[in-house]
């Protein structure tokens, strides 16, 4: 069977050092030692200046929101994972969606002056695929109209722009590191800032605003992660750039398989270096999609249908009018790219996604 995304795993020795580490010291959670040593790993394998590691990427983008005081409307894409809209409705915010740029997928920048109102607090847009927005074009339309920006860039680990770590925009950026993201630690996120007070606030309110055993300096929630956690990051950061350089190659391959094959990619944005995180193809119809869909299943191979149904389609948010996304998202398909998928079963993939085009 070839899903969509296999975690990958470390030699178990390696992880059974760690564990026989974290069974001596006893200690478990709470700030530990293996928590602060990923941290400081992440933070000199990145190259920035600013983290916290937390328990997922959902809390990230909640403790993100409540950070830096989001209230009213925020503007924000419609193609996205669920967590990006359901995190501003949980704080209490209204979700404004912006159509899609039809190449990269990601929020039109273009298009969100027009939907700023005097309620509009907040900009929260995702780097769908690991692929950055218009990051240049945001700030600046954020800097006129004093908005924060919050990026959702769950997909983004090893992502640059501009030659920095694309976690280094925006006011806030979070991270995702589940066991389907291409870096992960089980479960697991982060947030990055580059400002420091503001880092202190999220420390506070990653362990309950707890200042001292009986001293709250903040409101805050339960974000922490374990030390279990913290030693599976620690090890598969060591085995990063081994499996992103396999990505490249297999990413490749599938790209080579584009010009036979009535399908197309995203547009990689420009100045940017991409993560290879995940392989999208839109066809030209739904019914193409599911033909294809049929005949990659029946050969026990399961790819996924990454965002459908675009998140302005929710029941419990307002209707928006983003035709962009409405017309793609029931047309995209996110093609199987793990750490261990041969060239041989791309390339399988391919013909049958060729066979199913020509039935
Ligand atoms: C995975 C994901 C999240 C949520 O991250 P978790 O760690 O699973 O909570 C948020 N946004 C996007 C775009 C994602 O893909």
New binding site residues.
Partial sequence: MINVTKPFLPPIEEYQAYIRQIWERNWLTNNGPLVNELELRLKEYLKVDHLLYLN??????QIAIKALRIKGEVITTPF?????TS?IIWENCRPVFVDIDPETLNIDASAIPAAITAETSAIIA?H?YGNPCDITSIQAIAQEHGLKVIY?A??CFGTKYQGRSVYDFGDIS?A???A??LFHSI???AVFTRDGQLLKKMAYMRNFGHNGPMDFADIGINAKNSEFHAAMGILNLRYFDSIAENRRIQYERYLDWMKYLKLRTIRITPDSEFNFAYFPVIFETETALEKAMEMLNGHWIYPRR??YPSLNTLKFVEACKTPVCDAISPRVLCLPLYHSLSVEEIDFICRLLLRAQNN
Avoid: P, W
């Fill in positions: 997922n990427g959902t809390i990230a983008l996205s994972y669920i967590a990006t995190s995702t769908t959702d769950a997909h979070t995702s590191f589940h389907t993201k479960e697991g996120g990454y965002f």
